[in-house]
């Protein structure tokens, strides 16, 4: 059985495949230490893969201080970002040189601006030369969008923040520095800085999470947070020099499944340079010491203009009620979306924090009813008051052991006249082509009718991400 892999990193065969295509953005993130003795720049003027733009990570920064590249205010990096030809809705694959050293700071500034569906491209660009793969020379001359930006701020800690986590314990703290950084057997590589660490910090250097420009599989980097003490269940902060390869542990937290994190962006060049953050050297930890992409779907969107005249009997033998919920507990309505959801590929709402999630299913505009049958639950809809003339069937299914019952029809039909109830002008679904084989027909065959279609990138859910759900939702029990 092949070893899972990060649903953020994808295959150079993958990106060949997309170049040119509407909506597909390749970014060149390559940024490098004096020591590497490389310059992303030239690199990239030297040869880039074709199409990519490239992202100054020390010119799309905060200029007011005299950090480096900082984090910049959300406007700039939307101008900047316009200027580069990108928008939140794009996919877009970012790429460094080796693979995993400075491209996951740009992935994780995009998603924290307001940009899904941005991943990495695995082996970088040392590996697509190697491939003997298509380079372009000319510069790029995107035309200027829009990017729409939506600052995340809750996944950003500031200084007093990591001044109060270092005191209170209230969070773990990853070290993505090389290990003798980390202890003080080695200096740092800016002048004025102490060497050591915050105390309670965890040494997890970037390096050992990649491998020959691959990132490791999500066993491995399960077992290297293991063995540095880092609890998957718990809060992290993550943090290096100057805030770059701290992103290499957040992409590999996201990975596993690990939302509850946050980077400290001034790292250890704003904690070791200032003369009253407390200061601990000692040995590290010791660590345990490798084409994967999103699924393509064929969205169809339809509405009916007119409730359902069709009638079907309760299926025989069979004890049926539907219910609606009131307030439903955000662990019960996540078990009702991974049961009837996960081989559909349902996703966006599992991935969304408690307090996202409870904005929308505890909304007076929302309603939820779960069907149960013989006594256990079995399936549920969902439909939403989108406004006085418009209601959304946002999601409607059936537990696998309710399958081969003969229960679809029906349910479907009892949902449309749930929907109907308050006389919109219209019934809106959508469904797409990793749904059931036969959603869209069904759809149609109760008065739906096409009225637009598109194609759309999926993130398919992993195992491990499912787990580290259920012992979320286990926990807040």
Not at 229 to 254: F, R, W
């Amino acid at each position: 059985m092949p070893a899972e892999k990060s649903r953020f990193v994808v295959s150079a065969d993958w990106v060949e495949k997309q170049l040119g295509a509407p909506d597909f953005r390749i970014v060149d993130a390559s940024w490098y230490l004096p020591a590497h003795k490389r310059n992303g720049a030239l690199e990239y003027a030297a040869g880039h893969i074709p199409g990519a733009v490239f992202f100054d990570q020390d010119a799309i920064a905060d200029h007011t201080t005299n950090l480096p590249h900082s984090l910049p205010a959300p406007e700039f990096f939307a101008a900047e970002m316009g200027k580069l030809g990108l928008r939140t809705t794009d996919t877009i694959v970012v790429y460094d040189g080796p693979g995993f050293f400075s491209a996951p700071r740009i992935w994780w500034m995009l998603r924290v601006m307001g940009a899904q569906s941005v991943y990495i491209l695995e082996g970088g660009l040392d590996g697509w030369k190697k491939d003997d793969r298509p380079l372009q020379t000319d510069l790029p001359e995107p035309a200027t969008t829009i990017f729409d930006v939506a600052f995340d701020r809750s996944r950003v800690t500031s200084f007093s923040d990591m001044m109060e986590i270092v005191e209170a314990g209230t969070r773990q703290i990853a070290d993505a520095r090389p290990a003798g950084r980390f202890t003080g057997d080695e200096p740092e590589p800016r002048e004025g800085m102490r060497s050591g660490h915050m105390p309670g910090a965890r040494s997890v250097p970037a390096s050992i999470l990649s491998e020959n420009g691959q990132l490791k599989d999500l066993a491995a980097l399960r077992s290297i947070f293991n063995a540095a003490d880092i609890d998957l269940s718990k809060p992290v902060v993550t943090s290096c020099g100057s805030g770059v390869t701290a992103a290499v542990i957040t992409l590999a937290l996201e990975s596993l499944g690990h939302h509850d994190n946050t980077l400290y962006d001034g790292s250890w060049s704003e904690w070791g340079s200032r003369a009253e953050t407390p200061v601990v050297t000692g040995a590290a930890e010791e660590l345990v010491h490798a084409p994967h992409g999103p699924l393509h779907a064929h969205v169809t969107q339809l509405e009916m203009t007119a409730a359902p005249k069709a009638s079907l009997p309760v299926p025989v033998n069979i004890q049926t009620a539907i219910m609606r919920t009131i307030d439903i507990p955000l662990p019960f309505y996540r078990f009702l979306h991974r049961q009837v959801g996960a081989r559909w590929h349902w996703y966006q709402r599992l991935r969304m924090s408690d307090a996202e999630l409870k904005a929308i299913v505890h909304s007076p505009k929302v309603s939820i009813s779960v069907l149960y049958v013989n006594g256990a639950p079995a399936g549920f809809y969902e439909f939403s008051q989108v406004s006085e003339e418009v209601v959304e069937l946002s999601y409607f299914g059936l537990f696998e052991h309710a399958l081969g019952m003969g229960l679809g029809k029906w349910f479907l039909l009892q949902a449309l006249y749930a929907a109907w109830q308050n006389n919109p002008q219209k019934v809106t679904v959508t469904t797409n082509t990793l749904d059931h084989p036969r959603a869209l027909q069904l759809y149609q065959r109760f008065g739906f009718s096409p009225v637009n279609t598109y194609d759309a990138l999926v993130e398919p859910v992993s195992e491990a991400e499912l787990l580290q759900m259920m012992r979320r939702d286990r926990a807040s029990l």
